[in-house]
């Protein structure tokens, strides 16, 4: 279809002027790889946002690795269907500045007035994402670390005990609401009440069935605690509890409490010097592990340097 010439002059104009004010940047390449081009411009703005985080200059040539580092990771991600959408993206965008106690519109306007625009930062965001998921689902076995190898570290760190016994309860909190300003009579009846729920219930699946129909009364989901979680009081009346029965009745802000214990089976307790161990030692594991596997994507990769 032709264009009336008085109608398709004025859009000739219209576009022009757009072309004119659009703001200029530069981008000259710098480096392609595997036929992806890294710009000056990409360069300016990762210099930007890694003096910004880190608040140190990077080098030029370190801010190019970086950016050579994350085409590679992208590429391998696509071959194994690993691409983040857009809406996890944002999401941790979102948690970024959650963490910073700021808003996302906040966080971008932070970042707006450092001149690094915010899809330079998601697109960090994506590149760290697809490679913790393809390093930790390509080499999940190899990752793992053995308890063996744990206690030998920590008794040779402080020569403390690897495991302590002890006991994991699994159980559901119940309440049976008490308005506020209610009467003592009224709470003495709640508590009749708890008595004889006690009393019918038998197992986790009966709390579940009675509770969950109960008006005035809550149900929570399972919770699984250690002895190394518990006082010591409230350890005392689980074990003196039968496996499927209620608490005794307790009256707190919320109402009558009561727990029905589901599970309670002797377990290894990990301490905090436990858990620090096996920590860095996946970690030392996995940094090890992920800079291998760079190291063979890059030689695999396709670089050409054309203008540094």
């Not at 809406?87 to 500045?97: F, H, L, P, T, V």
């Not at 499927?244 to 727990?259: D, F, S, Y």
Request: proline share 6%; with cysteine.
């Amino acid at each position: 279809m032709t264009i009336p010439l008085p109608i398709f002059r004025p859009l000739l104009v219209l576009a022009a002027l757009f072309l004119v004010g659009a703001p200029a940047r530069a981008q000259n390449i710098v480096v392609m790889v595997n036929g992806d081009p890294i710009t000056d411009f990409d360069i300016e703005q990762r210099s930007k946002l890694d003096q910004l985080t880190t608040q140190k200059a990077p080098s030029r040539e370190q801010v190019i690795n970086e950016l050579i580092d994350d085409k590679v990771k992208m590429k391998e991600g696509k071959k194994y269907g690993v691409d983040p959408g857009v809406s996890d993206i944002n999401q941790s965008y979102e948690g970024m500045a959650q963490r910073m106690r700021i808003t996302p519109d906040q966080l971008t306007k932070s970042l707006e007035s450092k001149g690094v625009r915010p899809e330079t930062l998601k697109s960090r965001m994506k590149s760290e994402m697809v490679w913790t998921s393809l390093v930790r689902g390509r080499y999940k076995e190899k990752l793992l670390v053995g308890e063996r190898d744990v206690a030998q570290a920590v008794q040779a760190q402080s020569g403390e005990k690897l495991q302590i016994e002890g006991t994991e309860y699994k159980m559901q909190p119940i309440v049976l609401i008490v308005p506020r300003g209610s009467s003592a009579a009224f709470l003495e009846t709640r508590k009749k009440e708890a008595d004889s729920y006690r009393a019918r219930v038998g197992s986790c699946e009966e709390a579940n069935s009675l509770f969950r129909s109960t008006p005035n009364a809550t149900i929570r989901d399972s919770i699984t605690k250690t002895t190394a979680e518990l006082p010591e009081a409230l350890r005392k009346v689980l074990d003196d509890t039968p496996i499927g029965h209620l608490t005794a009745p307790e009256v707190t802000k919320a109402g009558i409490e009561m727990v029905v214990l589901c599970s309670r089976k002797p377990t290894m307790i990990d301490t905090p010097k436990k858990r620090e161990v096996r920590e860095k030692m996946y970690q030392e594991k996995y940094e090890k592990t992920q800079k291998a596997y760079l190291e063979e994507l890059r030689k695999a990769a396709m670089i050409e340097y054309r203008n540094r």
